[in-house]
């Protein structure tokens, strides 16, 4: 018998690790708040507690439990998305990355696209088919304005495009394209797929995918939904799956291609590990929406949002859009002369006010009635606080607020984002 190996004898070295462990490295309890903020993406979102449980649990991302979860997540799904005929499939990301799934999927090279433009998410979607090799044509909407069914009908007889990419509610300009509907039926009417962002309208205000003839729909957990990023959806209509299943060319994307896609959300394979805890998260989130109803949830946001614009204007402040072209779950108010947008952003970054959200040009402030959305009574405790007018108190540099008494009223949280000189809050 050969000799043993004496461990205790060998030295214990380091025989290929280059890079030193890192030092000063503390524990998420040293950095984290005492008490849990808002999800403050572009709209603070409050994640309610059930979805935050379901995404601390882990289970096999293959087998009979996922499968079960998946099928109730594609029925509730079809639910929010009022369609009982739509293909649901989830993707890992962000909501930009579902909508380059949904681009990648209905845009081929050298094929035409009208984008509708009001803002930096919709831009986003025209510059996606760009890299695509689309030939794109931009149709520039005015800032504060929604679009205009008669010019989309223009645009659509004078380019004859294939798809037609807009948003429901474009986030950067809380504007929101009021007939979505009627710009629907005109491109249906035209032989063009309906492309649509609904990252923050959707289930906070009415979109019924297949009455209104949409071809996809776009949507994230960590707006409208309430969950956590990470796990988005796109729900693609009848036409759209046969578009896809009939083309003759390669999807680019490996990872986006949708009929790649059914493998895991349709016939229960394996395609790539799937983000389970998120896929937990949002069942809840659509679960919580489902025991809700549609109708409570459009009703609540669009009270909860009347009453924060009412208390807006009540401090003497004038919102961004006009009336017909204003989101309830997006609420912009025009940035007061005088303050100092570069010193208020600086501010807000280093307090839990907000984030920065990057947009072509200019200032605008917004903040998330979604964060107030929970009850009424939750929009007016909004309203009671009181440290944002010393905030752009802080970035006019002067004594701006200090000659209105107005400027003693109460706020709410808020978040900028650099588009246009706006403030900018969202229920």
Known sequence: MGKMLNLSNIACRS??????????????????????????????????????????????PLGETMAQVIDQVKVMSRYVFQSDTARILGVTGSGSVAMEMAIANLVSPGSSVLSIVNGFSSDRLAEMAERLGARVIRMLVQDGRTADPEEVRKHLERH??????????????????????EMAQIAREHECMVVVDAVCTLSTMPLNMEEWGIDAVITAGQKGLASIPGVSLVAFSRLARDFIRNRSDRIPHWCLDANLADCFWRRKSYRYTAPVSGILALHEALRLIC???????????????HALQAGIGNMGLSLFAGPRARLDSVVGISLPTGVESSRLLTHMAQTPIGSKYRGPSDWILSGSARWVNRAVHTTYFALSMRWAPACLHWASGSTFLRGSPRWKAPWVPVFLMTRRRMLCLAC
């Open 291 to 305: 025991n809700e109803t549609l109708d409570k949830r459009f009703h609540r946001h669009q009270c909860c949002s």
């Open 15 to 60: 025989l290929s690790v280059a890079v030193p462990i890192p030092e000063r490295i503390v524990p998420l309890d040293t950095i984290l708040p005492d008490e849990p903020l808002l999800l403050m993406g572009a709209g603070p979102v409050p994640v309610p507690a059930r979805v935050a449980q379901a995404n601390s649990m882990v289970i096999n």
């Open 160 to 181: 004859r495009p294939k798809v037609l990419t807009l948003v429901q509610g474009e986030t950067s300009s809380t504007v929101l394209n009021r007939y979505l509907k």
